[in-house]
């Protein structure tokens, strides 16, 4: 989800990421830097399992400098791509042409309910 200098907030079709991972607070349970991303690690004892349905929503605020301590935009990750490209966007404006559907800027209002 995007919300751009206006408050609206944009969902970008297509933009499903599967990596939602639920685990318990604590020493085990760390996020750790790699070069172009993080890595959730954790004890290998702690079992693993899927979720079916989207869960959680990761919201980035086109007011914030989401990318700017990145010193590349050429990312081996056509996820990483696909999000600069999105965030770029909709901070733009430019969110016309059916790749993001409008939700108006009380969405996140919506969802605490």
Known sequence: MYRDAAGDFYRAMGEVNREVEVFPAGRGC????RRHWERLTRPWLLGRGDFGPVAFYELKFVLEPEFDHWSTVDWPSERKRREW??????????????RFESLGPGFLDDQLR
């Open 30 to 33: 760390r996020f750790e830097k």
């Open 85 to 98: 490209r999105n965030f770029h966007l909709v901070k733009e404006g430019r969110v016309g042409g059916g």
